[in-house]
């Protein structure tokens, strides 16, 4: 995995880990701010594929990252 993709997979994380801490404020403030669910709500197999592809990102960082050490 070259630079540009750990930089791309990186960023994936970062937003993935944005809409995860919204889905938790959402909770204490009684509402829905998960934005994968607002976006693809209406097609939920896309909305699986979406997390699907943000955990593919989390190994592959992980594992990218473990080899460079």
Same mark, same amino acid.
């Given at each position: ?5 750990? %930089? ?23 509402? $829905?701010? $998960?934005?994968?669910?607002? @976006? ?7 909305? $699986? @594929?979406?997390? @699907? @592809? ?13 080899? %460079? %050490?």
């Amino acid at each position: 995995m070259g630079s540009a993709e750990l %930089k791309w997979g990186v960023w994936t994380l970062v937003v993935a880990g944005v809409v995860w801490g919204l889905v938790g404020l959402g909770y204490f403030l009684n509402t $829905n701010l $998960n934005v994968v669910n607002l @976006i693809f709500g209406s097609w939920p197999v896309v909305e $699986n @594929i979406v997390y @699907i @592809i943000v955990g593919v990102c989390a190994l592959s960082v992980a594992y990218f990252t473990m080899q %460079k %050490k």
